[in-house]
């Protein structure tokens, strides 16, 4: 990630890109300082994955396979499979 | 700084920087959307940092609310999806609200709602469980 990256995600300068911005640094902020202070690996790469998240999302067009990229484990239970697609709800 | 001090220094800051993501006011889809991409990093590192929740046998307050928390989650993002539902959606566009003159709408906006509430709630108990 590079100050490039951070500048196009604030680029559009609308509330919430600031905001995405914002939280883009802040992240890649925490990322720099667990790395400095010889974090643990695994927690050095759970804040790079919010940072990635955010990243990734930042410009949302919501489409379907976005959204089932935020489908989490059920801790316990055996993978579950995407909901089938429901046209206009029911 | 010990593991779990950093643990919990992540936690808090990926909370905050879910909070920071939903401060803007938007269409209830980004709403749902921006509180599922901030969720799925915490709970995420919730799991992480709890394995043992993997074995359907530990039945701690934590790990019983994590799992509430993940299918309630997971109902949100399927809520989304059939909010999304319109337009090319399933064949990859961008996500396609209903028109408010369609009846559907209605059902549609107050599921996703009520998706997004309860998740809510989840999570805010999950944190008070992992204090």
Same mark, same amino acid.
């Given at each position: 990630m590079s100050t490039n990256d951070t500048s196009a995600l604030a680029g559009a300068l609308s509330p919430e890109s600031v905001l995405i911005g914002l939280a883009f640094n802040l992240g890649s902020l925490l990322v720099s300082h667990l790395?400095?202070?010889k974090a643990p690996q695994e927690i050095i790469d759970a804040a790079q994955k919010v940072v990635t998240d955010i990243e990734a999302h930042a410009q949302d067009?919501?489409?379907a396979a976005q959204w089932d990229a935020l489908r989490v484990p059920i801790p316990g239970q055996a993978p579950d499979a995407p909901a089938p697609a429901i046209g206009g709800g029911s | 700084m010990s593991y779990k001090h950093l643990a919990r220094l992540l936690t808090g800051v990926a909370a905050t920087l879910s909070l920071l993501l939903l401060v803007a006011c938007s269409p209830i889809e980004k709403q749902a959307y921006r509180v599922a991409v901030g969720g799925h990093a915490f709970l995420m590192s919730i799991q992480s $940092?709890?394995?043992?929740?993997? %074995?359907?046998?530990?039945?701690?307050k934590l790990c019983t609310i994590l799992r509430q928390a993940s299918a309630a989650h997971n109902l949100l993002v399927d809520a989304g999806k059939i909010y999304c539902t319109g337009g090319d959606f399933m064949g990859g566009g961008a996500c396609h609200p209903p028109s408010k003159?369609?009846? $559907?709408?209605?059902?549609?906006? %107050?599921?996703?709602?009520?998706a997004l509430t309860n998740y809510e709630q989840l999570e805010s108990d999950l944190r008070g469980a992992y204090k």
């Open positions: 790395t400095h202070a067009t919501m489409t | $940092a709890h394995p043992e929740c993997n %074995d359907p046998k530990t039945e701690t003159k369609d009846p $559907a709408y209605q059902v549609a906006a %107050d599921k996703l709602q009520a």
